[in-house]
């Protein structure tokens, strides 16, 4: 089982409906990232969280560590919003040594 | 300022062939990685660089040499390329502080075939 669980692993909406995408983990992380990788292009990292909430433009991600679950959040939806998001988990792998472990990604569609 | 800088884009080889994916990063990054991308699967590390002469396998490493020639550069080598090498080849960096992972930087990827 992976440690890292996205989900849906694909979603499709209509431009301007609210999207959320989520992300859980099993075990104690430092950190989590939330990249974007548009088809066919690299892979760009939207956000680095340990806690709380963090916005940028549309987008929005938060985190809840008790409960190992973060969301990110797109308002507004648009078609250039149409990408894989990726979530990766900074999970503690011994002592004070931390790996990066990453979801499978959710691609997103949005139609016009 | 170009980030990370990744070469070949694309590439195809035959089996046993051999090869090497160049990186270099202009960000003055310690930490650099090489990861590869499977349809199904999440990205996964072959190798890393936590600093310069520093490198450590990841998860995958079975098939791939890496040298960290210097801080900016890091690159990936196939020595007998096999169909299972078949891949997205993703390099990456990063300011690793204080055992976090900060912001990290993807070069565009490598699409590798081997037949």
């Known amino acids: 089982k992976n440690e890292v669980e996205q989900s849906p692993q694909n979603l499709t909406a209509q431009e301007g409906e609210f999207i959320t995408i989520n992300c859980s983990y099993s075990v104690g992380i430092s950190a989590l990232h939330w990249l974007q990788q548009h088809p066919g292009g690299g892979i760009v990292s939207l956000f680095m969280?340990?806690?709380g909430k963090k916005k940028h433009g549309r987008l929005i991600a938060t985190i809840n560590i008790q409960e190992k679950h973060s969301s990110l959040h797109i308002t507004a939806s648009h078609p250039r919003d149409s990408a894989v998001y990726i979530c990766?988990?900074?999970?503690?792998?011994?002592?004070?040594?931390?790996?990066?472990?990453f979801g499978k990604g959710t691609l997103l569609t949005v139609n016009p | 300022n170009a980030g990370v800088t990744q070469t070949p884009k694309f590439q195809v080889l035959k089996t046993g062939q051999s090869m090497t994916l160049q990186c270099a990063q202009d960000?003055?990054?310690?930490?650099m990685y090489w990861y590869r991308q499977d349809p199904g699967m999440g990205l996964r590390l072959i190798y890393y660089?936590?600093?310069?002469?520093?490198?450590d396998k990841g998860e995958v490493p079975n098939g791939y040499n890496v040298s960290r020639l210097n801080k900016r550069e890091f690159s990936l080598r196939l020595e007998s390329a096999a169909p299972s090498q078949t891949s997205v080849y993703f390099c990456?960096?990063?300011?690793?502080?204080?055992?976090?992972?900060?912001?990290?930087?993807f070069g565009s990827g490598t699409q590798l075939s081997v037949l």
């Open positions: 990766a988990a900074n999970i503690r792998s011994g002592g004070s040594n931390y790996k990066l472990t």
């Open positions: 969280l340990s806690s």
């Open positions: 990456a960096s990063s300011e690793m502080a204080r055992g976090l992972n900060e912001k990290l930087f």
């Open positions: 960000m003055n990054h310690n930490s």
């Open positions: 660089s936590a600093s310069e002469g520093t490198t």
